[in-house]
């Protein structure tokens, strides 16, 4: 799901040169056969591929993501709070404990800000701006977050902050690299132990390892010290929690991961379960016995030296746990399109052809396990069909490109991937611009990319189109497609996107080498009208 973000391709395959003809008529074929359904299951499915958006194609229509009212979506918010607490788990430590947010900007089923509270007397939460995250990509130099991806941020962290506050805490938010933040608010707030998730990538792992041995200088510091109050070794503890699979339940070590997604899929289905959500008291407090003279202000988009940009047209999504509480109740449970999701997830156009959690997922602001409990809890009040399957498929395809990422390491972000394939690519400058840009003249591939630049966002295949575009028919550096989704995608993360562009160019996990995507077999000419005539 584009939710999920999870795309691959097909293996038809036309010439470039051939694709100047297109169909009139889209394709619809993933509606025609559906089995068993009764009427409210075609109702289900004319309200997942109808929305706001259609109604008129030729104006710029700007509609929210999750749709649900500022007081209907805290409701839903706090109600799954409650139903998720527990006011029987006791503390078992002494002192206090830091909690290093980093992409789990959430309250709910967050492993480190349990083990924070439970080891400990009074909890810290931190959120540490790295300048690193709004510098330059890698090999091209495209801005490492775009404006869209910086405003759904400030909208999380302002969320994270409010949820806190209601139970008894609060958010330091400051501006700087965590290896310098972190040990100074340890040594300040006399921390024993500063929790965070942990994370797989190069880079996170680099700041993770920087933070250790910054903590361990205070340590060695501190223990020359008199001062009772002065903290006493702390140490950095990372805690597992951004999959539906525990890393510590697989059938198999991460490192040993299949290269195979359905070996991946049938073992861990078969010889794994999925771990509970952990639960937390509906208070919190107390905040640590030292005064925070400075909490932080929640950042603006200029701020952090980017220029804000507006959703004019299209979907805008809403930043922050509630928002992300709010569209799983909105899809799941209010709108009932969990159970046609199978049939309508390939679309294109409106907010409810697929779940579009993928947001939320990204930063943190929803687990997969919640979204795993909420599609069993849907099953056994609603009904279990190949859909409600289909969700929890996806959400294995995520966990897949995050232990593909602990097994393979940097190579998903090489030119000849984790399969090391040896193939010259262009790199030609006006080619990319033009495919970046929405300017290639194909109207399929030109929409597509306007909606990505205007949004943040694109379906799922819409991703896999415009990335067989690119690699298969222009031939150009599959890690330029992929550094400019970094810069424009709400839901980026590096796992998923480079797993993904590694998968679709052909260099990663699959079978098949030669993907492709026929572009007149894709289009689809209504929502190509809507994307390239008000742009």
Known sequence: MAGILRFSSSNSSLPLKQLSNYPRIPSFSNFLHPPKLCFSHFRCIAMATSSSSTKNPSSATTFQVPELAADEMERMAEQTFQRYSSNTIKRKGTGTAIVWFRYDLRVLDNEALYKAWVSSESVLPVYCLDPRHFQSTHFFGFPKTGALRAQFLVECLADLRKNLTKRGLNLVIRHGKPEEILPALAKQFSAHTIYAQKETCSEELRVEKLVSRALEKISLTTTMMASSSAPKNPTLRLVWGSTMYHKDDLPFDARSVPDVYTEFRKSVEAKSRIRQCVKLPMSLAPLPPVAVEDWGSIPTVDGLGLQPQQVSKGMRFEGGESAAIGRVHEYFWQKDL??????????MLGSDYSTKFSPWLASGCISPRF????????????LANASTYW?????LWRDYFRFISIRHGNS???LGGPRRVEKRWSQDQKLFESWRDGCTGYPLIDANMKELSATGFMSNRGRQIVCSFLVRDMGIDWRMGAEWFETCLLDYDPCSNYGNWTYGAGVGNDPREDRYFSIPKQVSCFFSSIWVLIS
């Open 338 to 347: 969990l159970c046609v999701y199978k049939e309508t997830r390939n679309g």
């Open 371 to 382: 979204i795993h409990d909420e599609v069993k809890r849907y099953e056994m009040e609603r």
């Open 391 to 395: 969700v929890l498929f996806e959400l």
């Open 412 to 414: 998903i972000f090489q």
